[in-house]
């Protein structure tokens, strides 16, 4: 058995230590209960749960789908509101991180060059993310998508069902950083329109530049 002597010397860098994280503990606590907006904002909002999920889905006509991408498979996790009750189904699908990316960038430099056999690539990434959901997606007419990774880039409304049909001529495709997410900023358009605050808007683009303009 070893025996460690602490002196006083050393004990009281940690008892400020420990002093000063409990007083910073209390500010961010004091702080948070003031602005709640902020906890929101440094993404520390906590997991979502059942209930509030069902809230998510204002009727039985929408559905949420996240997914998760790993390096060897992609997750798929559909959530649909039949009742009082939300209802998860998870879906693993058999692609990789190196080649989701692949195909994504594939069907995105055809729909760039107008190259009309993206209709190929739009049935087969359909059946790759969204088939696997069918029975979830059936009679839907609002869709919110919460990707990841790659998936980002993928316009889904663009993807073809067997049908010949587009997304977006069935559904409208709505997009969230997470669900996690979605709730915080429904809960604040619900406070903002309680307050009759008026509605802020965040637009972000992404331009093509000229050399001119460059310079």
Do not use: C
């Amino acid at each position: 058995t070893e025996i460690y002597t602490l002196s006083l010397h050393d004990a009281l860098p940690i008892y400020q230590l420990g002093k000063a994280r409990l007083t910073y503990e209390a500010f961010r606590d004091a702080l948070y209960a003031a602005h709640p907006e902020l906890k929101t904002q440094r993404g520390e909002a906590p997991i979502i749960n059942a209930q509030e999920l069902a809230e998510l889905l204002p009727n039985a006509s929408s559905v949420l789908l996240e997914y998760v991408v790993t390096d060897e498979q992609t997750y798929l996790f559909a959530i649909t509101r039949p009742a009082a009750k939300a209802e998860i189904h998870v879906y693993t699908l058999p692609i990789t991180r190196a080649e989701l990316a692949k195909q994504i960038e594939n069907f995105r430099q055809q729909l760039a060059n107008r190259d009309l056999s993206f209709r190929a690539s739009a049935l087969k990434l359909y059946d790759l993310f969204l088939k696997p959901a069918h029975a979830q997606l059936r009679g839907k007419t609002n869709v919110v998508i919460a990707p990841d990774s790659n998936l980002w880039d993928l316009p889904f409304q663009s993807l073809m069902n067997t049908a010949g049909r587009f997304v977006i001529e069935d559904a409208s495709i709505n997009y969230a950083p997470s669900l996690t997410v979605l709730r915080e900023m429904s809960k604040r358009r619900r406070n903002m329109n309680s307050m009759r605050a008026p509605a802020t808007l965040l637009a972000l683009g992404n331009p093509a530049l000229g050399r001119e303009s460059v310079d």
